[in-house]
């Protein structure tokens, strides 16, 4: 079970929310129309979160910042490497 940290730029989040359509556990709109990336149980809201999850859900999660059209979401192993971003 990998531990990554995912970011989300708020200078850069244009509120488009692929991110929350494609992985909707894990990234939420706020009510200013920002993305949020939520705790593994749904209840903490933050612009980081370091999160423990499956490879699965890494790769949902990658695929998540994948489809931001603003680049506007980075993901990093637990060595601060780079994963996308
Ligand atoms: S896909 Fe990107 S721009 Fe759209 S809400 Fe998510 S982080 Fe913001």
């Known amino acids: 079970m ?43 809201s933050a612009a980081e979160q370091t999160l423990s999850v499956s490879d699965d859900e890494a790769k949902l999660i990658v695929e998540a910042a994948e489809s931001c059209p603003m680049i506007a979401i980075s993901v990093f192993d637990d060595a601060g490497g780079k994963i996308y971003g």
């Open 2 to 44: 990998p531990q990554i940290t995912v970011k989300v730029d708020h200078a850069a989040c244009s509120g488009v929310g692929s991110c929350e359509q494609t992985a909707p556990a894990f990234f939420k709109l706020d009510s200013a129309n920002r993305a949020m990336v939520l705790s593994k149980d749904g209840v903490e």
